[in-house]
Structures are given as structure tokens and as C-alpha cells.
């Protein structure tokens, strides 16, 4: 089930529309674009992609991340950088809903770079040992350097990285004198400017009903619980695991789509905005309007009946 559906609009202005598209950080990007230079970019749009994994990806074997894992310290470059400052500050706000340093719980739960053949609920007292080595508190940056405070302390951020790059894209297209595009990285999303029908660009969420927004120099991310899970005992657990008590989330919640002013700040905080749930994450929202952030929802009430909810400002 797929909630981010990209409407295409076709051009007809002098101005032509390219589409590049392929295969990045283990999903698809599309990156649409208007501007009068039909040069392709696709070797430089290749080449940041390749400099973000170097930095933050747990399949390249020397990244950044993996040298920081197991040495506990790093030199970081300036992807790493933005991305562990954002996250810092993205924990802090959500009382640790969301963390980065969650990785040792992602691990024993089946969902890390290496799952097991069968996923299976972790004991508690596995959990209880993990959990002693989750937080940010742990995690020590001095200008460049990162290190941790604690061994067995461990990074992962595949739950902000893909938002980051939609914005590094979104940022290299502007020095490129694009500033009617939008890019797509696994269905983290950042707009800026119109189409070639000289409107906004348009994303569709689709639950029972479509929601069509229109994305006024905004971003758009989607987190759910409907591609990595597993079933047991009548439960089903999904990837996303809350960083304060160690538990796969079973809850209500199908997906939650959040807009806001960037993609690495939408994709920081949908997570955490599911494991509050909705009425936590609307107040949430209310409560901190420096943010400007906007979320719509799709769950199941008591009933198992599938319901949406936005909150105020979700765009129309």
C-alpha cells in the first residue's frame, strides 16, 4: 500500500521538464525539474548521492557512521554533521521519541543491515541490556569530532538521512539556477516553485479517500507501518521502535504524512509523531508552532475501521 503518489503534470512552456530517475540509498529517487538548460545533471546528482553514503550509510562498509560505530569516535564531514546536529536537536524536543542511537534496538529486533531469518520478539531482558545503551546523552560533539561517552553506543540514521538528501538535492538545484523543482528520495519530498502548468507541484496522499496538496516551497515525508513488520502472537510489529522503552510499535497507527518547511526536518519528526499518536502529536504540533509543522494521519479505530485525521494547518 502506497500513500505518496507523484501526479505529473506535462509541459507545454519553452521551458522543458526533465525527470531523472534511478536507484539510491537502498530505494528510488525521482527529481523532477524546469529550466531552459537541457544538460543533463545526472552525473553530479549521482555523485552527491555517493557522498551522502560514504557519510551515512550502514551498507558501505567504511562510511563515517560504520567507522564511528565500531571505533566510537570520527572525524565527520559536513553531511554527517548537518544530520547528527538535526537529530540532536530533533531528540530533544520529543523527550527522546526520536534517536538515533537507537541502532542497537533496531538490531535486536530484526530490522538492522543484517536480519535474521525469522524476526522474533525480543526477551526483556534482551531489551532491558539495550536500552542501556540508547540516548543521546551518550554522544559528544566537539566541532567536528563525534565520539560516545559509553562503548556498545551506536548510530543509525536511516530515519532522517533520506530527508537530508532530498534537501542537499533541492539546495544543489538552486546553485544551478533551477528553482522550479521537486525531488523525491524514497518518497521524502521537498518542493520549491511550480510546475510546468505554472502551478504548485501537487503530491496525492492516498487512504480511504485521496487528499490532493499542492506543496508551496514545502516538504513532504511519509512514515508507516505497512512495509517492515512482522507478525506475532496476534500483534504486529513494525520497524519503527520507541527509543525510551525498546518496544517494536503495535499500535493504531497506519501512516502519518508531515509537511514542513524542509525534508530532513518532516522526516525527523514523523516518526516520532506516530509513536505519540494522534491526539499526542496534534498537541504536539499546537505546542510548538516554531516548528511549522503539519501532520495528517491514517489509523484504525477501536473498531479496525481505517480513519484519517489532519491537523489544522495540513494544506488543502
Known sequence: MRFLLLLLFLPFSVFSQTVLEGK??????????????????????DS?????????????????????????????DAHMQA???????????????????????????????????????????????????????YLVIKG??????????SIDCNGIAQGYTSDVIGRFLDSKGIHDYLVDVGG????KGQNAHQQYWTVGIEGESQHI????????TTSGNYRRFFDSGGKRFAHTIDPRSGQAIHNNIISVTVVATNAITADGFDNALILMGVERAFTFIRQ?????????????????????AFSPGFPK
Open 24 to 45: 539510491a540509498q537502498g530505494t528510488y529517487y525521482v527529481i523532477k525539474y524546469i529550466s531552459a538548460d537541457t544538460a543533463s545533471l545526472q552525473s553530479a546528482i
Open 288 to 308: 510548538h508552532p516554531e516548528l511549522q509543522l503539519e501532520a495528517g494521519f491514517i489509523y484504525k479505530d477501536a473498531k479496525g475501521e481505517i480513519q484519517e
Open 213 to 220: 496538496i499542492p506543496l508551496a516551497n514545502r516538504a513532504v
Open 188 to 191: 521524502e519530498l521537498c518542493a
Open 48 to 76: 552527491i548521492f555517493a557522498g551522502i553514503d560514504q557519510s551515512l550509510s550502514l551498507y558501505k562498509p567504511n562510511s563515517l557512521i560504520n567507522q564511528f560505530n565500531e571505533k566510537g569516535h570520527v572525524q565527520m
Open 83 to 137: 544530520v547528527i546536529s538535526k537529530s540532536v536537536e530533533i531528540s530533544k524536543i520529543t523527550q527522546g521519541a526520536f534517536d538515533i542511537t537507537v541502532k542497537p534496538l533496531v538490531d535486536v529486533w530484526g530490522f538492522g543491515v543484517h536480519p535474521p531469518a525469522e524476526r522474533k520478539i525480543p526477551s526483556p531482558a534482551a531489551i532491558k541490556k539495550v536500552l542501556t545503551h540508547v540516548g543521546t546523552k
Open 144 to 153: 567536528r569530532e563525534l565520539s560516545r561517552t559509553k562503548p556498545g553506543v
